[in-house]
Each structure stands twice: as structure tokens, then as C-alpha cells.
């Protein structure tokens, strides 16, 4: 079995199927998906080789009407119910990455 290393400190899992269902709503116009807008607000880098991971997951079958589910994998037990048109700096700070050294 081989390994490779990351230099992750945490993964933000969001759901592919809220952020389908949404067909954006987060960014500057509201046309961006929720992981493609957290990319590019929190400044992580990219790959493995980011200090955090962002990355979209199948169904997590929370299934909100308006909304796209987001778990930090460091908390795993709080998830949230990201409404579209949320300022995505609340966002990133509710998930842990704001303020932080990552």
C-alpha cells in the first residue's frame, strides 16, 4: 500500500448535489458554486499541497430546499445549511478557515 502526503490541516466536504440542484448562487454575481467561491476567498493554495482541502462529496442526503450542505472534517458533528446569496466571508469563518494559520 502506498501514501502520499498532504499538507492539510482539514477538508471542507460540500455537497455536489445541493450545489447542482442550486446552479450557484454564492460569489460576487451569485453564479458561482459554494466550493469554487471558498477556494478562492480563503487563499488555501491548491491540491494537496493547500493547508485545507475543499472538496465536493456525493450526497451527504441532507437535501435542503434552498440551501448546500458544507461539514468541516475537523468538526465533524456541527454541519451547516449554506443558504445561496450568504456572504461567503461568514461562510469561510463559520467553517473554521477565517482567522486561522492555515
Do not use: H
Request: charged fraction near 25%; hydrophobic fraction near 40%; proline fraction near 4%.
Amino acid at each position: 500500500m502506498k501514501t502520499v502526503r498532504a499538507q492539510w490541516r482539514t477538508a471542507i466536504l460540500v455537497c455536489r448535489k445541493c450545489t447542482k440542484k442550486l446552479g450557484g448562487g454564492f460569489g460576487e454575481k451569485g453564479g458561482t458554486s459554494l466550493a469554487k467561491a471558498l477556494r478562492a476567498e480563503a487563499g488555501l493554495g491548491k491540491g494537496r499541497k493547500a493547508s485545507a482541502g475543499i472538496v465536493e462529496v456525493d450526497c451527504l442526503k441532507v437535501c435542503p430546499k434552498r440551501g448546500v450542505v458544507a461539514v468541516n472534517a475537523a468538526t465533524p458533528r456541527e454541519w451547516l445549511v449554506i443558504a445561496p446569496g450568504t456572504p461567503i466571508e461568514e461562510v469561510r469563518d463559520r467553517l473554521g478557515l477565517g482567522g486561522q494559520a492555515y
